[in-house]
């Protein structure tokens, strides 16, 4: 488990998006985690299902699996909100969360109707709190909503929170622009965006119960396509890459849980599932001590006469 500050440390459902939940409650109590994220509602139609529901066989092995491992299952996932009456999967889900002891039931904004969008989020926050579970709203770079400081604003509207994962932190908005931007920056996918995520991250850390890890190479992918793939099945180790992760981690408080949320087909071919668990939880740690150190050298550094 965790050391130190006892910050807890998750294993999010994509990083092994075909391990069922109470395979990966195992695997990640080998690898040392303190929590998992679990998928109870598919994304596509090509995803293996899990049943979580109240009364279900995989429900009552998770249960077990929770009680003999003492991982928990802190969010559960995953919702697109398009537009359309989407409560009775909704409350399924909330269902099957208060089953498991989750606190928070992701979702990513694919109306373009903002307003709309507000009213569906307040709902489901309303009916969250009869299962004990806040809707977390997730920016998501090739989604309508993509940026911390979208995500932030609806999610204040409508009384839920906001879910950073630094591979769409570090990615937001650019399949739209991304050509210009070559063009302009020699091809490196940099805009002025990337402060100002970094300035809404760091104002509205209140809204953060959640910071998702991984890491990735500083040029975009050059079309949504690519966003996707990357997204779904082939991320990096945190640390192996090119994002400031450190700095992403000292910007929000030092208790908050982190999960780790790096999907890799390919190495997990290479390395199996528990040694692919073994090496994010390696990453994660890694990227920690970078942040306490960060951290460390700002407090010395604002620590001189004033």
């Known amino acids: 488990m965790t050391h130190g500050t006892r910050r807890p440390l998750g294993l999010a459902q994509l990083s092994l998006l075909n391990t069922a939940p109470p395979q990966l409650l195992g695997i990640a109590a080998a690898a040392g985690f303190d929590f998992i994220g679990a998928r109870v509602r598919p994304v596509t139609a090509v995803e293996r299902p899990y049943d979580l529901q109240p009364g279900s066989p995989m429900l009552r092995e998770t249960l077990a699996r929770m009680r003999d491992s003492g991982v928990s299952v802190r969010d559960i996932e995953f919702l697109l909100l398009d537009g359309t009456d989407q409560r009775d999967a909704w409350l399924r889900m909330m269902e099957a969360g208060q089953a498991l002891g989750a606190e928070s039931l992701t979702v990513a904004g694919a109306d373009p109707d903002s307003s709309r969008l507000v009213h569906t989020l307040a709902r489901m926050a309303e009916d969250g709190r009869g299962f004990g579970i806040t809707p977390t709203l997730e920016a998501i770079s090739y989604q309508p909503v993509a940026s911390i400081a979208q995500a932030a604003d609806i999610a204040r509207q409508a009384g839920c929170r906001i879910v ?17 931007v070559n063009s302009v920056n020699g091809g490196d996918g940099r805009d002025s965006g990337d402060a100002a995520q970094w300035e809404q991250l760091r104002a509205n850390a209140d809204l953060v119960p959640l910071l998702q890890l991984c890491d990735g190479p500083a040029r975009r992918p050059a079309s949504r396509d690519d966003l996707v793939t990357e997204s779904r099945s082939e991320r990096e180790v945190p640390g192996e890459g090119d994002f400031d992760l450190a700095a992403a981690v000292a910007a929000l408080p030092e208790s908050l849980p982190l999960s780790a949320e790096t999907p890799s087909d ?13 090496r994010l939880k390696s990453g994660v740690d890694a990227v920690l001590a970078a942040a306490g150190t960060l951290r460390d050298t700002e407090i010395l550094q ?3 006469p004033r």
């Open 302 to 304: 604002g620590a001189g």
């Open 266 to 278: 390919r190495r997990v071919a290479q390395l199996g599932e528990l040694g692919w668990a073994r």
């Open 164 to 180: 950073v994962d630094t591979l769409h932190f570090n990615r937001f908005n650019d399949f739209t622009s991304v050509n210009s």
